[in-house]
């Protein structure tokens, strides 16, 4: 049966915020679940003491922790706080930029995460060859791509997909949320707080384009890949992703343990996901189509 992982909160919440949505998703279905800051440093809401404090938590609940490290560091005190997660000796780590790859090879095993943009079996076997047990589908990579890349996985390499949530689609030296309010990315006064779900940015017709979260560019719209579990584990899928959102985080995960335990239901809840999404669904990267677009085809 398919795993369900839930990846790292990709937005800036308040530290009680945070302790009580774990506190919850100890209690739920999940199998894996990614800890830590990959957006911006300068979110200090958490220490590395605290997500640690969090991975004990959860691993008590019989969940697998993972630390993830920032997919773009600027300094060396990011370089620093790489290096502590590297080494925190206990848990997992998921390395979102080669620099984690460097920290990690030849000491743990790790996940090689979604923005390492590993798009053909040579990159795969290396990062394989340099201790990674596990991998994350690149965002834009469709299901066609997928399969060619799984014809050649190293064996004992769990796959992962990321299969619901806000897709993070680029990151920025530049802060965009603080430039929405005029302020320098050096006195931010922590403006994405405000928007525990990002910032959504419009075209001039009023059509949601992009989210805006810190650095980082989201999709407007909710990736959603429920209806496809069943052809993800035929295909060899290890572990399916769901991104956190500010509410409504656990009836998401219900809906996709329902639809593992019982892939009749794929597209009846990924119909009724729409209930508890931010916005309105897409899925075409994975069919080789324009992100942003919406299959009507009914998953095989």
Same mark, same amino acid.
């Given at each position: ?122 990159? &795969?076997? $290396? ?5 990674? *047990?596990?991998? !994350?589908?690149? %965002?834009?990579?469709?299901?066609? #791509?997928? +399969? ?61 384009? &992009?989210? $805006? ?5 989201? *999709?407007?719209? !909710?990736?959603? %890949?429920?209806?496809?579990?069943? #052809?993800? +584990? ?67």
């Amino acid at each position: 049966m398919l795993k369900l992982s839930l990846g790292p909160i990709l937005y800036y919440w308040p530290r009680d915020t945070v302790m009580k949505f774990y506190e919850d998703v100890a209690k739920s279905p999940v199998d894996i679940v990614y800890l830590g800051e990959t957006v911006c440093s300068r979110r200090h809401e958490l220490r590395q003491g605290d997500w640690l404090a969090l991975a004990e938590l959860l691993a008590s609940a019989g969940k697998q922790a993972v630390l993830s490290t920032q997919a773009l560091l600027e300094s060396t005190a990011d370089v620093t706080t790489l290096r502590r997660v590297a080494e925190n000796g206990r848990f997992m780590v998921e390395a979102n930029d080669m620099g984690a790859v460097h920290c990690l090879s030849g000491n743990t095993p790790f996940v090689a995460g979604p923005h390492l943009n590993v798009y053909n079996p040579d990159t &795969l076997g $290396l990062l394989h060859d340099l201790g990674a *047990s596990r991998w !994350v589908m690149p %965002l834009e990579m469709g299901k066609l #791509g997928l +399969e060619l890349m799984l014809k050649s996985r190293p064996a004992g390499l769990e796959t992962e997909v990321f299969a619901y949530g806000r897709m993070p689609l680029a990151f920025s030296a530049r802060c965009f949320t603080a430039r929405n309010r005029n302020l320098p990315k050096d006195n931010c006064q922590f403006s994405c707080i405000d928007h525990p779900d990002g910032l959504l940015m419009q075209t001039r017709e009023s059509e949601s384009f &992009l989210v $805006l979260n810190g650095i980082q560019t989201q *999709s407007a719209l !909710v990736y959603n %890949l429920a209806a496809e579990l069943g #052809g993800m +584990e035929a295909m060899g899928v290890d572990v399916v992703r769901i991104s956190p959102q500010s509410m409504h985080t656990e009836q998401v995960i219900a809906a996709f343990d329902a639809v593992r335990r019982d892939p009749t239901q794929a597209c009846e809840a990924a119909e009724s996901l729409r209930e508890w999404m931010p916005a309105d669904p897409c899925d075409g990267y994975w069919h080789g189509k324009p992100g942003l677009e919406q299959s009507t085809e009914k998953a095989a």
